[in-house]
């Protein structure tokens, strides 16, 4: 309600009382948005200072202010020494002139995110504050009094739609008459409440910084959470200027950081459940290990070439069916089962730790939440954004050209387009790593990273497999060739289009394409 026309009557009154007669010594800007005009005499300086910031325009008048030397810009300069005459307060507007002598006037247009002030020589616009906004140099000074007829006879003839007579008793009025369920009440009495009520903003005894809805406003009438409660307007704006900056900067920040902590909250939920989903899974089914040993205590059952047999579990006493490489003997079938074991419990003791981890960042990000909550003056505030600095991503970060996914220790990173497909293989992959792609079709490229001249596993190279038929037209086949190539033998040469390179030298696997990962970057 701050920028409303019966706060601006007030205002218009106490402020002519205040500075009539007296010089517009300065007029300056120190931000784009803001505006210090300030009358004299010297010993008696009086600031009005207009802040016109899109998302929060108001007037506030401080008792001192201290100009900077620098960043600092004189405005409006062919004011500057004249004296005030008069304040002219447009009927039904939230607008009002200060007229000084030589037929000069200041418009202060206060209509929210297209607040202006505007100045005036013999009634025409010679020169706007937010220059954003050149129709106001359009504005006329006599034209812009707006008479209503507001009699008890035009609200009938409205059948009580008291918006078409009073437009300027502004949303928090409105918010108001809708809590007390007008609507509901009968014409007279719908329009005995208006009238006790337009006269109470109209005479106004004291002037209150108000919380309504959750939201602070500057208010004419006794509603709501009362925060500060002031006899003049001129102080009670003042005040609510104060209070809603403090408040809306407390406002923001608390949402700028929890919304940075509740994203980090999430993920380590989103993790910690799809890690412990993918632990139960593997849990729930017999250990390479296990299967190994069955595998061992049972050779003389095992058919050579099989793909499959079933044998007795000794572990559970059921039978159960176990998987074969047919061109692999049951004895390297074994092998190639400890081998996965192995690092099936690299993989479980990593997936363990990362959950530990994820639960200890999700502990701490509840905790600052909490401690954010709290937080009720900007010390704790400053404090807090101290803290808890905005974490930027780089540069470098931002242009990352492939996702990035772990298995057993190893780094897996899949392109993401033609082009970044190109800057994976070409910048990014060594000569030793592995180089993998999806045969005969379109799809991304994938590096398997070496890990210190380590021989990749096999289920590992798999892995990278899945990915790559994943990331590919054969994304939803069955089963998919993929090459498999160290990066040394894949060259591009020029003029081949984007994505496209040779290999020289290729072998190719069976895999299923799969996303296999978890908690993926």
């Known amino acids: 309600m701050h920028n409303n026309y019966y706060v601006f009557q007030q205002l218009s009154a106490e402020l002519e009382a205040k500075i009539s007669n007296t010089t517009l010594s300065a007029c300056f800007s120190q931000s784009k948005d803001e505006l210090i005009l ?202 609510f200027y104060y209070t809603y900056s403090k408040e809306n900067f407390i406002r923001k920040e608390k949402k700028r950081l929890s919304k940075q902590l509740e994203k980090q909250r999430n993920q380590a939920i989103n993790y910690i459940k799809k890690s412990n989903q993918k632990l139960e899974e593997v849990l729930e089914k017999p250990g390479y290990n296990q299967l190994a040993d069955i595998l061992m205590a049972n050779m003389h059952q095992i058919p050579s070439h099989a793909k499959e047999v079933e044998l007795f579990n000794f572990y559970t006493n059921e039978n159960i069916k176990i998987a074969l490489k047919s061109h692999l003997s049951p004895q390297k079938n074994a092998e190639n089962l400890y081998r996965k074991s192995k690092n099936q419990k690299i993989e479980l003791e990593q997936l363990e730790a990362s959950i530990k981890q994820k639960e200890q960042e999700l502990k701490e ?26 974490k930027e991503r780089s540069q470098v970060e ?78 939803s086949d069955s089963l998919s060739p993929v090459i498999v190539t160290p990066k040394k033998f894949v060259r591009k040469p020029k003029g081949l289009p984007p994505g496209m390179v040779h290999v020289d030298k290729e072998d190719t696997i069976l895999v299923k394409p799969e996303a296999w990962w978890v908690g993926a970057t």
């Open 365 to 390: 990000a509840e905790e600052k939440l909490t401690e954010i909550a709290d937080a009720e003056d900007i010390k704790s505030i400053k404090k807090l954004i101290k803290q808890n600095p905005v």
């Open 38 to 239: 300030t009358f004299g005499p010297a010993e008696e300086e009086f600031y009005l200072k207009a802040s016109l910031l899109p998302e929060f325009s108001c007037l506030s008048f401080p008792n001192q202010f201290a100009r900077t030397k620098s960043n600092s810009i004189d405005l409006f300069t062919d004011f500057t020494g004249k004296k005030v005459q008069s304040i002219e307060q447009f009927i039904n507007e939230r607008c009002f002139a200060i007229h000084f002598e030589e037929d000069y006037s200041l418009l202060f247009k206060m209509h929210g995110n297209r607040s202006n002030v505007v100045g005036f020589k013999a009634n025409k616009a010679i020169k706007l504050f937010r220059n954003s906004f050149p129709q106001d140099m359009e504005l006329d000074l006599k034209e812009l009094h707006r008479p209503i007829d507001q009699s008890r006879e035009a609200f009938l003839n409205f059948d009580g739609n008291y918006q078409k007579l009073f437009p300027t008793f502004g949303k928090l009025i409105k918010e108001y008459l809708s809590s007390i369920q007008l609507e509901k009440k009968t014409l007279e009495e719908q329009w005995e409440i208006i009238s006790l009520l337009e006269s109470d903003i109209k005479n106004p005894t004291q002037f209150y910084t108000i919380v309504w809805n959750d939201e602070i406003h500057f208010s004419l009438i006794k509603i709501g959470e009362i925060l500060k409660e002031e006899k003049s307007c001129l102080e009670g704006i003042t005040q």
């Open 398 to 475: 931002l242009k990352v050209p492939y996702k990035k996914f772990e298995y057993s220790g190893f780094t897996i990173l899949v392109g993401k387009g033609a082009r970044e497909n190109d800057e994976l293989t070409l910048k990014y992959a060594k000569k030793n790593d592995l180089w993998l792609h999806a045969k005969d079709v379109t799809g991304s490229h994938v590096v398997l990273k070496q890990q210190s001249s380590k021989p990749f596993p096999q289920d590992v190279v798999e892995k990278a497999a899945q990915a790559a038929a994943f990331y590919s037209k054969r994304k």
